[in-house]
């Protein structure tokens, strides 16, 4: 494969930009190879400087869950175009978003949009400790939450990726209020969470964890997790970034049936502009200014652009069927995926939620960060650049997730699953 225009161009990138990427995990150090430049994308596919052509598995990291282009976001970001492209004044689309986002979500009374999912989690976390009064949170191992402060401390892909413990740059002061612990142990969440001396605001948590890579909740610790922060007046945020428009369309909460008190939204209800969000119970929303004294703005939040492509996306998702329809595509990819894993290779743990999953490198089970810290990266870097070469787009990291999309047909995930037996027997010598 011919990639001499791509490595032209991240030459010239890295004199200009750190690393040549604006997002680390993009530089591909992880896995042993150069990013590919990519000029353009449909459907399935993305195409390369070079003309390359591959089956995209990253879909933008989540938010491309109608394939690329997909008409209908692109003529209502058309449509919103002609009539400006930034206010800095209401529009009448964000009432809309608003709406159908509400609709979706019964635990979210009121939302306020952002431009992107830091912004959403960093101001919900901002939000209950102005609520509650109180300073510390608790996050857990290998969830990751955007780039924020306080929320680099075990924080998951890109980080553990590139070894980084927290990063230079976040001081003490910051992270001593922020508390890691293990995902899916019921029992340091309770000691936890019970201990008074804590003075915690919230715990914030990724329903599905899918930046160590998929792990899904074990039986009952969503439950739990619900209980006792009801009990002891903690806000529990679901930090829904990838999962919310995702695992249903009503989320993990759906999913799952819990109701946190405050919800973290991004990717996908974006349909690929720059969208966060997030929302929950009227009281709490009703601490954020202008109505309280808890401070949130944004210069381009709620841009007309931005607001068209998630009106349009989450009307596209509404449509019965749909996610019956691509869980059942996923997982019937998923169980040719883990067989031909089990056949070639001696430890593999295949873990997904609806149309997002990961296969470890790892014997299982992956339950939580140790587990899946114990996947062979290198081995995996030389399936990733085997893939790569054979036109399958993964992404450049252990752990992350493999997205599936509407536009992904049986003829892609066939070809998929043909080019994996392939790069399986590569690497096996
Ligand atoms: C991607 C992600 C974020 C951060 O969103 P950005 O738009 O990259 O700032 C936050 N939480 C989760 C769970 C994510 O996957």
Not at 164 to 180: A, E, L, Q, Y
Not at 189 to 213: F, Q, S, Y
Not at 382 to 389: E, G, H, Q, T
Request: aromatic share 8%; hydrophobic share 40%.
């Amino acid at each position: 494969m011919k990639t001499t225009v791509s490595q032209a161009l991240f030459a010239e990138a890295q004199r200009l930009i750190p690393g040549g990427v604006n997002s680390p995990v993009r530089a591909c150090k992880s896995v042993g190879c150069d990013p590919r430049f990519i000029q353009r994308a449909a459907g399935s596919r993305i195409h390369d400087a070079d003309g390359n052509e591959y089956i995209d598995f990253v879909c933008s990291w989540g938010p491309m869950i109608l394939g690329h282009n997909y008409p209908a976001i692109m003529e209502a970001i058309q449509k919103a175009m002609v009539n400006g492209t930034s206010f800095g004044a209401p529009c009448p689309l964000e009432i809309e978003l608003a709406e159908l986002v509400t609709e979706a979500l019964p635990s979210v009374d009121m939302v306020r949009f952002v431009s992107s999912g830091t912004e959403a989690t960093m101001s919900a976390v901002r939000l209950a400790r102005g609520y509650t009064g109180r300073k510390v949170i608790v996050k857990f191992d290998g969830c990751y939450h955007g780039h924020a402060d306080s929320f680099l401390v075990k924080a998951g892909s890109g980080v553990i990726t590139l070894g980084i413990p927290g990063s230079p740059g976040v001081p003490d002061d910051i992270v001593k209020n922020t508390i890691s612990i293990p995902y899916n142990n019921e029992e340091i969440l309770e000691k936890t969470l019970r201990d008074e001396a804590l003075d915690i605001a919230c715990v914030i948590v990724e329903p599905v964890a899918g930046n160590m890579g998929v792990v899904p909740p074990a039986p009952g610790f969503l439950q739990k997790l619900r209980a006792l922060t009801s009990e002891l007046g903690i806000v529990l945020i679901f930090d829904e970034v990838i999962t919310g428009f995702r695992v249903s369309y009503g989320g993990a909460q759906q999913k799952f049936g819990i109701m946190p008190d405050l919800t973290c939204l991004g990717k996908i209800i974006g349909g690929g502009l720059p969208v966060g969000a997030y929302g929950g119970k009227r009281e709490i929303m009703s601490m954020i200014s202008p109505v309280g004294p808890v401070y949130q703005a944004g210069t381009l939040s709620g841009n007309p652009l931005a607001m068209a492509a998630g009106v349009a996306t989450l009307k596209a998702l509404k449509e019965p069927g749909f996610y019956e329809k691509l869980d059942r595509k996923s997982a019937d990819f998923a169980e040719k995926l883990r067989t031909l894993a089990e056949k070639y290779l001696a430890e593999a743990t295949l873990n997904r939620q609806g149309s997002v999953m990961t296969l470890f490198f790892a014997k299982g089970p992956v339950t939580d960060f140790d587990s899946a810290m114990k996947a062979d990266v290198s081995k995996f870097g030389k399936f990733y650049r085997a893939m790569l070469d054979q036109g399958i787009y993964l992404a450049p990291s252990q752990f992350e997730g493999m997205f599936l999309s509407a536009a992904h047909s049986e003829e892609d995930l066939a070809r998929t699953l043909e080019m994996t037996e392939w790069s399986f027997k590569k690497i096996q010598n």
